[in-house]
Nanobody, 123 residues
Framework: QVQLVESGGGLVQPGGSLRLSCAASGFTLDDYAIGWFRQAPGKEREGVSCFSSSDDGKTHYTQSVKGRFTISRDKAKNTVYLQMNSLKPEDTGVYYC???????????????WGKGTLVTVSS
Protein backbone atom coordinates (compact mmCIF):
# COMPACT_ATOMS: atom_id res chain seq x y z
CA GLN A 1 0.00 0.00 0.00
CA VAL A 2 1.41 3.35 -1.07
CA GLN A 3 1.48 5.78 1.80
CA LEU A 4 3.09 9.06 2.86
CA VAL A 5 2.94 9.90 6.55
CA GLU A 6 3.93 13.28 7.95
CA SER A 7 4.94 13.87 11.54
CA GLY A 8 6.70 16.43 13.68
CA GLY A 9 4.17 19.22 13.74
CA GLY A 10 3.16 21.04 16.89
CA LEU A 11 2.97 24.34 18.68
CA VAL A 12 6.10 26.47 18.71
CA GLN A 13 6.87 30.05 19.65
CA PRO A 14 7.99 32.58 17.04
CA GLY A 15 11.69 32.15 16.39
CA GLY A 16 11.57 28.49 17.28
CA SER A 17 12.29 25.39 15.22
CA LEU A 18 10.56 22.20 14.16
CA ARG A 19 11.58 19.28 12.00
CA LEU A 20 8.90 17.63 9.93
CA SER A 21 9.26 14.10 8.61
CA CYS A 22 7.64 12.49 5.60
CA ALA A 23 7.94 8.71 5.67
CA ALA A 24 7.08 6.68 2.60
CA SER A 25 5.88 3.11 2.38
CA GLY A 26 4.95 1.04 -0.63
CA PHE A 27 7.34 2.90 -2.91
CA THR A 28 10.86 4.32 -2.96
CA LEU A 29 11.17 8.05 -2.38
CA ASP A 30 14.25 8.12 -4.62
CA ASP A 31 12.02 7.50 -7.63
CA TYR A 32 10.07 10.71 -7.09
CA ALA A 33 10.46 14.36 -6.38
CA ILE A 34 9.14 15.02 -2.89
CA GLY A 35 7.55 18.33 -2.12
CA TRP A 36 6.27 20.03 1.00
CA PHE A 37 3.12 22.10 0.77
CA ARG A 38 1.21 24.02 3.40
CA GLN A 39 -2.26 25.38 3.82
CA ALA A 40 -2.98 28.18 6.23
CA PRO A 41 -6.49 28.72 7.58
CA GLY A 42 -8.64 30.38 4.95
CA LYS A 43 -5.90 30.29 2.32
CA GLU A 44 -5.03 28.12 -0.65
CA ARG A 45 -2.42 25.43 -0.41
CA GLU A 46 1.04 26.60 -1.46
CA GLY A 47 4.30 24.90 -2.29
CA VAL A 48 7.06 25.35 0.27
CA SER A 49 10.00 23.17 -0.71
CA CYS A 50 10.93 20.29 -2.99
CA PHE A 51 13.69 17.70 -3.27
CA SER A 52 14.36 16.66 -6.85
CA SER A 53 14.22 13.02 -7.90
CA SER A 54 17.29 13.38 -10.09
CA ASP A 55 20.74 12.35 -8.96
CA ASP A 56 21.80 15.97 -8.61
CA GLY A 57 19.59 16.23 -5.55
CA LYS A 58 18.51 19.77 -6.34
CA THR A 59 16.35 21.52 -3.78
CA HIS A 60 13.80 24.26 -4.25
CA TYR A 61 12.21 26.73 -1.86
CA THR A 62 9.49 29.28 -2.07
CA GLN A 63 10.85 32.77 -1.47
CA SER A 64 9.26 33.26 1.95
CA VAL A 65 11.16 30.33 3.50
CA LYS A 66 14.56 30.65 1.83
CA GLY A 67 17.34 30.75 4.40
CA ARG A 68 15.06 29.42 7.14
CA PHE A 69 13.88 25.99 5.90
CA THR A 70 16.02 23.09 4.73
CA ILE A 71 14.77 19.99 2.95
CA SER A 72 16.75 16.77 3.10
CA ARG A 73 16.36 13.09 2.31
CA ASP A 74 17.46 9.93 4.13
CA LYS A 75 17.48 7.14 1.56
CA ALA A 76 18.00 4.40 4.14
CA LYS A 77 14.91 5.47 6.05
CA ASN A 78 12.90 6.32 2.92
CA THR A 79 12.11 9.63 4.58
CA VAL A 80 12.26 13.30 3.64
CA TYR A 81 12.65 15.97 6.28
CA LEU A 82 11.86 19.65 6.46
CA GLN A 83 13.91 21.52 9.04
CA MET A 84 12.16 24.76 9.86
CA ASN A 85 14.04 27.45 11.76
CA SER A 86 13.22 31.02 12.73
CA LEU A 87 9.55 30.21 12.50
CA LYS A 88 7.06 33.03 12.08
CA PRO A 89 3.32 33.17 12.80
CA GLU A 90 2.70 33.24 9.05
CA ASP A 91 4.27 29.77 8.80
CA THR A 92 1.24 28.39 10.61
CA GLY A 93 -0.72 25.80 8.67
CA VAL A 94 -1.15 22.16 7.82
CA TYR A 95 1.97 20.84 6.15
CA TYR A 96 1.67 18.09 3.56
CA CYS A 97 4.25 16.10 1.68
CA UNK A 98 3.59 14.84 -1.80
CA UNK A 99 5.33 12.83 -4.53
CA UNK A 100 5.58 13.84 -8.16
CA UNK A 101 7.72 13.10 -11.22
CA UNK A 102 9.55 16.40 -10.95
CA UNK A 103 9.58 19.42 -8.65
CA UNK A 104 6.60 21.67 -9.23
CA UNK A 105 4.27 23.79 -7.13
CA UNK A 106 1.36 22.55 -9.27
CA UNK A 107 -0.56 20.36 -6.83
CA UNK A 108 -2.45 18.52 -9.57
CA UNK A 109 0.86 16.98 -10.71
CA UNK A 110 1.24 15.07 -7.45
CA UNK A 111 0.82 11.30 -7.51
CA UNK A 112 0.60 10.77 -3.75
CA TRP A 113 -0.24 12.95 -0.77
CA GLY A 114 0.12 12.54 2.95
CA LYS A 115 -2.65 13.56 5.34
CA GLY A 116 -0.73 16.46 6.79
CA THR A 117 0.66 17.62 10.11
CA LEU A 118 -0.36 20.84 11.85
CA VAL A 119 2.22 23.51 12.61
CA THR A 120 1.17 26.39 14.84
CA VAL A 121 3.54 29.29 15.45
CA SER A 122 2.24 31.42 18.26
CA SER A 123 3.30 33.01 21.51
Amino acid sequence: QVQLVESGGGLVQPGGSLRLSCAASGFTLDDYAIGWFRQAPGKEREGVSCFSSSDDGKTHYTQSVKGRFTISRDKAKNTVYLQMNSLKPEDTGVYYCAASDFCTWYSHAMHYWGKGTLVTVSS
